[in-house]
């Protein structure tokens, strides 16, 4: 279990907190943590017996009453705008964003507005939350934005005319491309926010057992299966993404990727400024966002 005291953090009451994918693994183990340590949390989840549930198990472990469930499919924009609107509507700041969501692919798969399932939900539905949030993120005295990467983003490239083209798809080659992109953009973010009172960092949690395979091809799944004795507990994973969002050893440190609770270096395409602004404005033109 995550130990405030050990981890040097300070109370969040009367701070809000925003945490995606809540309903199981490294998002549920998070979104306790945060309602323990006595923020509003609003979980987003896509199902809503599972929301639920998980939603009664963390008011019962911690007392706080103050949980709120909202339901939303972030591989769709729509939904994701949706989602966005109620929690602009539903709150006056936001001193907390972790976009912990993610999953990844089996055969290629397109969602109903056209984008291939994993950089839809890996990645443009990251881009798009946090964007349509920043006013809130603004209204905050300080406030954090914590994206979960994961360091498969290595094995990535961004091509901007070539990727996730049918003839040439590969499912682990697509989750890793989302989460380099989540990288590039969390850099990005940090430098168009520089002089602003928000923060944005990113992590890897560590091989994680968690259902993130969960459509993945069935020798993905048996290879998971096969590693999961020597993988972390979702509580461990979620150390590093409490750490950042908690910390005050961390107020005003921005722009940074971390492993194991430290700032480490993450691939050389990562850092390239060029690529990430032009990635911007193609995330721009797919979600349909414009700043």
């Known amino acids: 279990m995550f130990d405030p005291e050990k981890n040097s953090t300070q109370s969040l009451t009367n701070k809000i907190a925003v945490v995606t994918g809540a309903s199981s693994g490294i998002g549920k183990v998070t979104a306790r943590e945060l309602a323990r340590l006595g923020a509003h949390v609003i979980m987003v989840c896509r199902n809503q017996e599972k929301g639920e549930k998980s939603r009664q198990e963390i008011i019962a472990k911690t007392g706080n009453q ?3 469930l909202l339901l ?4 769709l924009m729509q939904e994701t705008r ?3 609107e109620e929690i602009n509507h539903l709150i006056p700041k936001l001193d907390i964003l972790i976009n912990n969501a993610g999953m990844m692919p089996g055969k290629r798969e397109e969602t ?3 984008f291939e399932l994993s950089w839809a939900t890996n990645y443009l539905s990251v881009f798009l939350f946090t964007n349509l949030l920043l006013d809130k993120l603004l209204a905050a005295y300080s406030a954090r934005i914590i994206n979960v990467s994961s ?4 094995l990535g490239y961004i091509n901007l005319q070539e990727m996730h083209k049918p003839g040439k798809y590969s499912s682990i080659t697509a989750y890793a491309d989302s989460k380099l992109a989540t990288i590039m953009f969390t850099y990005e973010l940090a430098r168009r926010l520089e002089l602003t009172g928000i923060t944005v960092n990113c992590l890897h949690p560590g091989v994680v057992a968690t259902n993130v395979t969960g459509q993945a091809h069935t020798a993905m799944k048996y290879l998971f299966m096969l590693g999961r004795p020597f993988m972390r507990s979702p509580a461990k994973g979620a150390e590093t993404t409490l ?3 908690t910390s005050p050893d961390l107020t005003g440190v921005s722009g940074l990727y971390y492993k194991n609770k430290k700032a480490v270096r993450s691939s050389g395409q990562s850092y ?3 690529i990430a602004r032009r990635l911007w404005l193609l995330s721009e033109k797919q979600t349909g966002f414009q700043a």
Not at 151 to 154: F, S
């Open 112 to 114: 109903a507005e056209g």
């Open 272 to 274: 390239n400024p060029a």
């Open 151 to 154: 360091e498969v983003h290595r």
């Open 66 to 68: 103050n949980v709120t």
């Open 82 to 84: 949706r989602v966005a």
């Open 243 to 245: 750490y950042l969002a």
């Open 72 to 75: 939303a499919d972030l591989s």
